[in-house]
């Protein structure tokens, strides 16, 4: 049965699979992706050369549309269906999907006929650390630590024992400790300095030994909406200033409760240690969040008079209301384990030949994305759910390994006498925290960091629009664009070069480290960081166009006698140049925009923003999420000096930053 209506016609199909433009398949394909039709010595499987297949395929109209791509398309289409498959988590470091994808890319640089890149280490029969160079695919690194559960318990005199996860969860903020039947108190909002004088606190309030009850948002009328500013949250109703409200007055443990008829999505909701992080440090105490209706309970049972979760929160929407429940006290004990995060890169030598064989041009991409949303910057707020990532980055990742396959079948070609630089391909995982592993390999690189030539990255090459893709870089190294112009031309890309070498990925490291740098980019989307990144929204013959740029660079950087120097950068003709920050961030939960991470020698990072920070002012506008903030960065130029109000440990923070240049 055909599984398509009549009416689809196979080159609208073709358009589905690939995103790209409808158009009949090129017969003749560009010198970087042209294979031979013999198999060369160096690749070990002879699969790798294309394959001429006859097949009746009358009732398979799908498998007719891909017989009918170039080799080259199918290879890269089978690349990012299989990485951004959900087998493979995201691949956030920390994940199994993570290392998973790791063997994925080391396998096939091993069948395309690489060599290890790094370092095996083996501990020798009397104990010491023997350590083999080119003898291993991965370079291992830590990207931090994971913070979980081991035990955590909650339990109260009017509602006996409660459960984890269903009843009440552990937060992000918690510390560990056991307190066993101490006095319960209602704090209200937790508010120290609201607006119109509002506070939740008296000077003399004290809740030594006390554990604190805590209103989630802020004071709210009587549909439920703030009423500091109607539609949204103050910066007021963050969680982490409540809960080091609390513990500077003494309490032992603190309790976060979503308040009855708030107007809010994340009402029915508990948060998690994942969902609700610390980014100014945990507390030295539990914090714990007990759901609406074990609240209510509980404070029923505790309060004299028999009020309701509802009755308090009408009281603490009129002011300071600290209520002392100690007729049903608490025990809570929370245990926490904390595990390093670890994670690799991937790398593989094509070797080099001739004089220039000990000088290196890196191809790199980055191979992790955010996993689950819960770190790295997912913009949905979709948190536990899964982000694909293909575009960011299985579409550069898929693109270094059909690089890897063809620059071997380039080298085996080279005439005997030819010189050539080694080429190392490298696939970087901890980009998305703060590009973790382009920084981890500068510091340790495979040999001394000036005999890497230069470095092309790969980053989001998978949505090809009308032609159009970025080249940053084109101005660090004297003579560079004159190198390029000519390749660019007939690629038949439109080309929109920027000079610098500074940009929210990994060539940035390199750069920084002393070495020319190019960075192909295909733009951004509506699905970026968001779970709708899919593999199938893929233009798949175009990110094989934005490969075969690349090698054709690649080729002619490793084979050519001089070698490119980085120099300052100057602006090329042509080209809109965009104001650059330097920040990842997302939608904050309590307004603003958070920043998850600041990039190293970038313009935030010298304003003195923080991870952890929240955007709440830009120049003189209020900032409410990223939707309003970014029009904001793009109507700026480089060079532009702006003032940036930030919300830090609860306190306002006003900071002057110069934009710089993406």
Avoid at 207 to 231: I, N, Y
Avoid at 303 to 313: A, F, M
Wanted: with cysteine; glycine share 12%; proline share 6%.
């Amino acid at each position: 049965m055909n599984p398509f209506p009549t009416r689809i016609l196979p080159g609208v199909v073709l358009a589905v699979l690939t995103g790209a433009t409808i158009a009949q398949p090129t017969t003749t394909p560009s010198r970087a992706v042209q294979q031979p039709a013999d198999q060369p010595a160096n690749a070990p499987d002879s699969t790798l050369a294309p394959q001429s297949l006859t097949i009746d395929l009358t009732d398979s109209p799908v498998a007719t549309l891909l017989q009918a791509l170039d080799a080259n398309v199918r290879t890269y289409n089978e690349h990012i269906t299989t990485l951004a498959n959900p087998f493979f988590e995201g691949r956030a470091p920390g994940l199994r999907g993570n290392n998973l994808a790791a063997e994925y890319i080391a396998f096939h640089f091993n069948r395309v006929g690489l060599k290890p890149a790094f370092a095996s280490e083996q501990t020798a029969s009397e104990g010491s650390l023997v350590l083999t160079p080119l003898d291993d695919w991965f370079q291992p690194f830590s990207t931090g630590s994971t913070t979980s559960i081991a035990s955590a318990t909650l339990s109260a005199g009017g509602v006996g024992d409660l459960a984890l996860d269903t009843d009440f969860a552990v937060l992000g903020f918690s510390g560990q400790d056991t307190l066993d039947n101490l006095p319960l108190v209602f704090i209200g909002y937790g508010i120290e300095d609201g607006r119109a004088g509002y506070s939740s606190f008296d000077d003399d309030t004290d809740l030594t030994g006390k554990v604190a009850l805590v209103l989630r948002f802020e004071p709210m009328d009587e549909s439920g909406q703030s009423l500091w500013l109607p539609g949204g949250w103050t910066p007021n109703a963050g969680l982490e200033a409540k809960f080091r409200a609390a513990e500077d007055r003494g309490a032992a443990a603190v309790i976060l409760v979503n308040p009855t008829g708030a107007d809010d999505d994340r009402m029915g909701k508990l948060e998690s240690i994942r969902t609700a992080p610390m980014f100014g440090g945990p507390l030295d105490i539990p914090v714990l969040h007990l759901s609406e209706a074990a609240a209510d309970r509980l404070i029923r049972a505790a309060d004299e008079r028999g009020r309701s979760l509802l009755d308090l929160r009408r009281l603490a929407d009129e002011g300071t209301t600290i209520i002392d429940l100690p007729d049903q006290p608490v025990s809570v004990s929370v245990d926490l384990e904390t595990k390093p995060t670890l994670t690799q890169n991937v790398g593989g030598i094509l070797p080099g030949r001739g004089e220039l064989a000990s000088q290196y041009v890196v191809i790199g991409a980055h191979f992790d994305h955010v996993g689950y949303g819960y770190d790295g910057g997912s913009l949905s707020g979709s948190t536990g759910v899964l982000h694909p990532g293909a575009d960011d980055n299985s579409s550069g990742t898929s693109g270094l390994l059909l690089a890897a396959q063809l620059m071997a079948h380039m080298y085996a070609q080279l005439p005997e006498d030819a010189g050539a630089r080694s080429i190392l391909f490298l696939a970087f995982s901890g980009e998305e925290l703060g590009l973790l592993g382009s920084a981890h390999y500068v510091q340790h690189p495979i040999v001394p960091i000036d005999q890497h030539t230069f470095m092309l990255n790969m980053d989001m090459i998978g949505r090809l629009r009308a032609g159009v893709m970025e080249l940053g870089g084109v101005r660090t190294a004297e003579g560079l664009w004159e190198f390029l112009d000519p390749k660019v031309a007939a690629s038949g890309l439109d080309v929109k070069p920027l000079p610098g070498g500074v940009g929210p990925s990994d060539h940035t490291n390199f750069y920084n480290a002393g070495m020319p740098v190019l960075f192909l980019h295909t733009l951004l989307h509506d699905e970026y960081h968001r779970p709708g990144d899919f593999s199938w929204t893929i233009n798949s013959v175009g990110a094989v166009r934005v490969v075969d740029l690349c090698l054709d660079i690649a080729l002619d950087l490793a084979t050519r006698p001089e070698r490119f120097t980085r120099g300052a950068v100057t602006r090329p003709t042509g080209g809109r140049t965009r104001a650059y920050l330097g920040i990842t961030g997302e939608d904050s939960d309590d307004g603003g925009v958070l920043i998850v991470s600041v990039g190293e020698d970038t313009p935030a990072q010298e304003a003195g923003l923080l991870p952890g920070d929240i955007i709440i002012g830009w120049e003189d506008e209020t900032i409410t999420d990223q939707a309003q903030w970014r029009p904001m960065l793009r109507e700026r130029g480089p060079g532009d000096k702006v003032t940036i109000t930030v919300l830090r440990d609860g306190a306002e923070t006003i900071l002057t930053c110069t934009l710089g240049e993406r």
